[in-house]
């Protein structure tokens, strides 16, 4: 991966015509830079630090010392991406598109709506973007909300409206992100938001996305992630043997994919804060309920990051398979081996363990269970 503060030399060269004759400028050197100034009032915190999100993790590359609530930082990007700002060990944070430029950042404490930060135009756009895209997103948490109220009174036909009202909103949400990245596809902000919400598409709908990405923004790291993540894909495709890992469970023991060899498994990744997840777990109690006896496992692999948290999702959805963890989050490990880029994520193995499929929700589950199962009834 290429380095964030790698400097870029463009060598500027003019020469400019006088009436009696002509002279030549002095070649300049010009090292591209930002400069974010930053003056928040009302924190206490000693300590900024200039930081990316990689693999999971947040990775800090700057730090100053906070006075009076300002600070400054000053860097260069080989193109435009995504920082946070974070503060003493606290979990507060701003996020900002930085690109070789001056950037104001100022407010009145950190909270998101208190903060205004101008001189980057990415951000503008991507605040624009997260403004459209909250409208469905609220949506579908309201949805959500139904879908649990429904199912806590046991009403199945409220829970079937909800979970259909839920599929329409998110093909809503879906279409919307997918025209807004085709309209911006010179800029930045398309791989950007293509990472973020587009990497559970075909591997031929990401390929043909990649290829349509504007010439001046190939060099971006987000493209680069986008073409490390297709590569990935097309090592866990359906026909390919599943990657092998292992994983602790609740109580610190280990428990590996390879154990489950001669039965068909699902690999689920999901997490407890996964509004779709949890809304998709049901159909997939009932369809291990149908199926177990015949074969069928699951081994539940969690993005969480709070075990307790995890540990109750697991006890309230009545999840009774193998469950694991290592708590990292988007960080963890097995997801980083299959390239999920977006929970809940599936794969279903045979029992000479080769992937035989992907994605399987609702319906499409029960089908294709059924077609491996009930055919021998």
């Known amino acids: 991966m290429k380095k964030i503060k790698q400097l870029i030399t463009i060598v500027m060269l003019a020469v400019i015509a006088v009436a009696c004759g002509s002279s030549t400028e002095e ?15 009302a924190i206490a915190y000693k300590m900024a630090y200039l930081t990316k999100y990689k693999e999971g993790e947040f990775v800090k590359s700057d730090s100053v010392v906070i006075e009076n609530g300002a600070f400054t930082f000053t860097g260069s990007v080989e193109s435009p991406n995504v920082q946070y700002i974070l503060f003493d060990d606290s979990k507060e944070r701003i996020v900002v598109f930085i690109d070789n430029s001056d950037i104001s950042i100022t407010g009145t404490g950190l909270q998101k709506e208190n903060v205004t930060i101008t001189g980057a135009k990415l951000n503008t756009q991507l605040d624009e973007f997260i403004g459209k895209v909250k409208v469905y997103e609220d949506r579908l948490k309201l949805i959500a909300d139904e879908y649990y109220a429904a199912e806590e009174i046991g009403d199945k036909a409220l829970v079937e409206a909800a979970d259909y009202k839920y599929e329409v909103e998110d093909s809503l949400k879906t279409l919307f992100v997918e025209e807004y990245i085709n309209a911006n596809l010179n800029s930045v902000i398309a791989p950007y938001l293509s990472l973020r919400y587009m990497m559970n598409k075909d591997i031929d709908v990401i390929e043909k996305l990649n290829s349509s990405f504007s010439k001046d923004i190939r060099k971006s790291e987000y493209v680069a992630l986008i073409k490390d993540h297709i590569t990935l894909t097309k090592s866990t495709q359906i026909g390919q043997p599943a990657p092998l890992f292992s994983m602790n469970d609740k109580d610190g023991n280990p428990v590996a994919l390879e154990s489950f060899k001669g039965s068909y498994v699902m690999i689920d990744f999901w997490a407890s804060w ?19 006896d015949k074969g069928f496992e699951i081994f539940g692999v969690s993005f969480d990051e709070n075990k307790e948290k995890w540990l109750k999702a697991v006890e309230d959805d009545q999840l009774t398979w193998a469950h694991v963890s290592d708590l990292k989050g988007w960080g963890n490990a097995a997801g980083k081996i299959y390239g999920v880029r977006g929970i809940p994520h599936s794969v279903l193995i045979d029992k000479e363990g080769v992937i035989v499929a992907k994605n399987l929700r609702g ?15």
């Open 363 to 377: 319906e499409e589950l029960h089908s294709k269970l059924a077609e491996i199962f009930d055919k021998n009834s």
């Open 27 to 41: 070649v300049v050197n010009v090292e591209p830079a930002f400069k974010i100034d930053v003056k928040i009032d």
């Open 274 to 292: 996964c509004g779709p997840c949890r809304a998709e777990n049901p159909n997939v109690v009932a369809a291990y309920a149908k199926y177990h």
